[in-house]
């Protein structure tokens, strides 16, 4: 059964102060992975899509990285309105049906 | 492109009424699910369907009736409400090639209070 851990569960930063989220996978191959982010009362906005280990892909001030077992997002020199909850998920495999979600990192950015 | 539309953004219910979701996507994508979110659950699909015709339960599917006629429509109906079912619904759509699953689009979310 695929599982997906993201860590840590909350992060609060200073602005300019650059960071990295993590989320941990375990599939039965790899199918790619997903990046979303999530503002309070508001649907996931799809970020990035990453296909194969040592991808890499960049919007603004985030960064995210894949391994054959975990992702990165990079967050360089954030502002306040970075802040929100970022989820990552691994698309269904054969005969599964959903994607697989990790229950999300809440990010905070001080001004 | 409007994306994944969804209505009503907000509803209350009393127990026992029916209501339906709506959820238009106008992407011509293939794919289209519907998910609830509670707090401490993060998010769980409810049905989707695969094509216009086709559809399937998800994990959480008791309570919840779907049909997709077209490609661009897939209601969620509630048929007889409980307070259990109070959450926040989105629905989501996604393009499929070989039917691999990719990327799915969420709509903005309908947030239902069930007395």
Redesign the interface.
């Known amino acids: 059964e695929d599982q997906v851990t993201q860590s840590p569960e909350a992060l609060r930063l200073q602005e300019g102060e650059s960071s990295s989220l993590n989320c941990s996978y375990t599939v039965s191959g790899l199918?790619?992975l997903?990046w979303?982010r999530q503002d309070p009362?508001?649907?996931?906005?799809?970020l990035f899509?990453l296909y194969s280990a040592g991808e890499e892909k960049e919007k603004e001030r985030l960064k995210a990285t894949l391994t054959k077992k975990e992702s990165f997002l990079h967050i360089t020199a954030p502002k306040p309105e970075d802040s929100a909850t970022y989820?990552c998920a691994v698309?269904?495999g054969t005969g599964r049906?959903?994607?697989t979600?990790?229950?999300?990192t809440r990010l905070q950015v001080q001004p | 492109n409007a994306g994944v539309t969804q209505t009503p953004k907000f509803q209350v219910l009393k127990t026992g009424q029916s209501m339906t979701l709506q959820c238009a996507q106008d992407m011509n994508h293939e794919y289209m699910s519907w998910y609830r979110q509670d707090p401490g659950m993060g998010l769980r699909l409810i049905h989707y369907s695969v094509g216009a015709g086709i559809t399937d339960q998800g994990e959480v599917p008791n309570g919840y009736n779907v049909s997709r006629s077209t490609t661009e429509d897939f209601p969620l109906r509630l048929l007889s409400a409980a307070p259990s079912q109070t959450s926040v619904y989105f629905c989501a759509s996604s393009y499929t090639v070989s039917a691999r699953v990719h990327e799915q689009f969420f709509g903005p979310g309908t947030r239902l209070t069930v007395l």
């Open positions: 199918r790619g997903f979303y009362g508001k649907g996931p906005e799809f899509t989820l698309p269904p049906r959903a994607l979600f990790g229950s999300g």
